[in-house]
């Protein structure tokens, strides 16, 4: 162990999803957010990434999409360097040649020792880093979130097409409990997409009757409406019972819409005219008519559009996969609804916890925490997910013992961290890097971190002993 420690500035953190990548250089007093986002893909051959490859795929090329880090290992080990070295050199601007940053990298866990040695093999050989060190992606988010010294938990990250489960105890992972379901923001947007054929005023706007769209180019745009409509935060999570209410009511009426969305224009024009003067009696109860309906106009390219209550049934699959079986177009085994991978988050997450040891639960249920990108745009994740799970939760006083589960308690992250306080909880992971990397690579006795001085001596596997994650 070399005696060295890095500025704060020159700390690079490389946060890897299954379908996205952050990256920062530079910590600062006040923990910065990502200055690097780019989905994971590549097409290997001419090594595209980020935007150079949605500008190509924007441009209609035909191009082979990859996600070398999709399935929680690394399926392509040229696509991965690709994709780091985006980062590194393309985005952060650094140069190889007078490399002074250490690198923190969080990953998916339970990776096998070779791969984690071949990922310090390229960054020491091929990104020449000053000093390297691995932290379990869970564990980085749950470190965002954690006050105090409750170190157990529960982490549910959303992505794109996976639901990632990861119960935490005394601050390590609980291997053997972590629990994957299939489905994820992805089936989320086609499941609205599938809503929204409902909503004809919507469809016939995107589609006129004198030019309709193909019926592919129509599910496409419908998708591409729900996802607008959740990144711009206009979704919340119902409760549980509130589905069935807006699905009673159906999607409504157009001609409703319609009227709602002018008369809406109209009452505002007529009291902006009248200033600071009383609307009538008629106007403040038609308002509140409107106000009832939920209504919302969105831009979407060319068109404006309005859509009501039935936006907020986005997140709906997450807690009833059943309801996929119905909706076209994705994958055929996404809909088979009976397997225990597209069980309800709910019970596969009290499936996961289930399977720890049954003394340590209850101190898992103390820090139930949601994150992933989905958290960012739509609020209330934790407490819709918190909810479902009060079944598991003994409230009967006489019956409950010592190790029987009293409450659950859900995890955000503290307003003090003044850079994430408004972007939700998605950002955790890049924060819990953060403060992780900051502790790491001020640490003069190096033990938590490789430096390249310790490469040199002892080669790959010193990543084994030398890193957060891995001791």
């Known amino acids: 162990m070399s005696n060295v420690s890095f500025r704060d500035s020159s700390i690079v953190i490389i946060d890897t999803s299954r379908t996205l990548i952050r990256a920062g250089l530079g910590l600062g007093d006040l923990l910065r957010t990502p200055s690097v986002r780019a989905p994971l893909t590549t097409k290997v051959t001419d090594y595209l990434v980020g935007s150079q490859l949605e500008e190509a795929l924007a441009a209609g090329q035909d191009i082979e999409v990859y996600w070398p880090f999709a399935n929680e290992d690394i399926s392509d080990w040229i696509q991965a360097e690709a994709i780091w070295k985006y980062a590194l050199f393309s985005q952060l601007q650094l140069r190889r040649v007078q490399m002074e940053s250490p690198v923190l990298l969080s990953i998916a866990p339970g990776l096998s020792r070779d791969s984690y040695e071949r990922i310090s093999q390229i960054f020491f050989e091929r990104f020449n880093v000053a000093g390297f060190s691995i932290l379990d992606r869970p564990m980085a988010q749950f470190y965002a979130a954690i006050s105090g010294n409750d170190l157990s938990g529960v982490v549910i990250d959303i992505g ?49 009757p004198e030019k309709p769209l193909t019926p592919e180019e129509l599910q496409s745009t419908l998708i591409k409406v729900a996802r607008q409509v959740w990144q711009e ?3 919340k999570v119902l409760a549980e019972g509130e589905a069935a209410d807006i699905e009673e009511e159906g999607v409504t009426d157009i001609a409703a ?23 009538t009696a008629a ?16 831009q979407f390219g060319e068109y404006s559009l309005t859509l009501g209550k039935e936006r907020h049934r986005f997140c709906e699959p997450l807690f009833d996969p059943t309801l ?7 994958p055929q085994q996404q809909q088979q609804v009976g397997d ?48 479902r799970l009060r079944p598991l939760i003994l409230s009967i006083a006489d019956q409950q013992n010592e190790v029987q589960p009293k409450s659950i308690r859900v995890l955000k992250v503290p307003e003090y961290f003044a850079e994430y306080r408004e972007k939700g909880d998605g950002l955790a992971s890049f924060l819990g890097c953060s403060i992780v990397a900051k502790i790491t690579f001020n640490d003069s006795s190096g033990k938590s971190f490789v430096s390249k001085a310790d490469y040199t001596d002892r080669g790959p596997k010193t990543v084994l002993a030398m890193s957060p994650s891995l001791l």
């Open 160 to 208: 794109r097409h996976h639901v990632d489960i990861s119960p935490i105890h005394d601050g390590f992972l609980v291997h053997g409990t972590r629990t994957i379901v299939h489905y994820g923001i992805t089936d989320c947007e086609y499941y609205l997409a599938h809503l929204l054929r409902s909503n004809q005023n919507l469809v016939n706007t995107i589609s006129p």
């Open 233 to 235: 935060g206009l979704v």
């Open 324 to 330: 996929l079986a119905a909706v076209p177009g994705l």
């Open 340 to 387: 225990e991978n597209m069980r309800p988050l709910q019970l596969a997450v009290g499936h996961a916890v289930n399977l720890a040891e049954v003394d340590i639960r209850q101190y898992i249920w103390q820090g139930l925490f949601v994150t992933g990108e989905l958290t960012n745009r739509i609020k209330g994740l934790g407490s819709a997910v918190q909810a």
């Open 283 to 298: 106007e403040q109860a038609r308002a509140k008519e409107i106000e009832a309906l939920d209504l919302v106009t969105i």
């Open 257 to 279: 819409v319609l009227v709602a969305g002018k008369e809406k224009a109209v009452i505002e024009s007529g009291m902006k005219k009248r200033m600071n003067a009383k609307a």
